[in-house]
């Protein structure tokens, strides 16, 4: 099973570029990498998924480099309202219709005015 | 994407007792999931449940403490039972719309439980 390790907690400026990474250096070769925003009070919400290299769409960006043992969620130019838990996922299958996962013990993000 | 739903959105309850939580869906999926978030913890996925056959539980979770019912393709139910205080968490269910876990899950916004 992937141990994922994430940073705490971090602080931004609003504006700023936010590069949260997590580490997995035991990823499974069938395993996806995944991130998710969660708010106080609700349930996760999906950002970003990617496999290797790098992933884009209208929120962030996702660098995976080519050992895969480590991801970086780039969040560019973030708000007051990017402030939030973010958590690293770590799983896929494992065999015969079974998987395996882990989420990640979050980083707190602070964006400051 | 998914809209769902979950009720109770929280309870305090006694120890000893059982609480049912309900999860439900805007559109048919094949597969659930229900997590456990104790404060300030991460996710913990407790089982999956699939429509028309038992549930899959994950090691350190078991079927006569955590019961799951899905009687369709947009329901499902949780039970705690003989809750203790060691049971106060965040109960939290999820779809994939491809049915794989480690796929975009969408989330319900949680039943927040305080066992006394």
């Known amino acids: 099973l992937a141990k994922t390790t994430q940073p705490i907690s971090m602080d931004s400026y609003e504006g700023q570029e936010v590069n949260i990474t997590c580490s997995h250096n035991?990823?499974?070769?069938?395993?996806?990498i995944t991130w998710y925003q969660q708010f106080p009070s609700q349930g996760p919400r999906f950002i970003i998924q990617?496999?290797?290299t790098k992933v884009t769409n209208e929120v962030a960006s996702l660098f995976i480099p080519a050992d895969r043992k480590s991801s970086t969620l780039s969040l560019p130019r973030v708000s007051l309202s990017d402030t939030a838990v973010y958590y690293c996922?770590?799983?896929?299958?494992?065999?015969?219709?079974?998987?395996?996962?882990?989420f990640g013990k979050g980083t707190k993000l602070s964006v400051i005015p | 994407s998914a809209v769902i739903s979950q009720k109770p959105s929280r309870d305090i309850c006694q120890r000893g007792t059982s609480l049912t939580i309900q999860c439900q869906v805007d559109?048919?999926?094949?597969?659930m999931f229900w997590y456990r978030q104790q404060p300030g913890q991460s996710l913990t996925l407790i089982a999956t449940?699939?429509?028309?056959?038992?549930?899959?539980?994950e090691s350190g979770f078991v079927i006569d403490k955590f019961p799951i019912s899905r009687p369709n393709l947009t329901f499902s139910t949780l039970t705690v039972s003989n809750m203790s205080p060691e049971d106060s968490s965040i109960y939290l269910c999820?779809?994939?719309?491809?049915?794989?876990?480690?796929?975009?899950?969408?989330f319900g916004p949680g039943t927040r439980l305080l066992v006394l």
């Open positions: 999820s779809v994939s719309p491809s049915g794989r876990v480690f796929e975009t899950q969408y």
């Open positions: 035991n990823i499974a070769t069938n395993d996806y």
């Open positions: 990617g496999y290797k």
């Open positions: 996922l770590v799983g896929g299958p494992s065999g015969a219709g079974s998987y395996q996962l882990t």
């Open positions: 559109s048919q999926v094949t597969m």
């Open positions: 449940a699939n429509q028309g056959s038992e549930a899959t539980y």
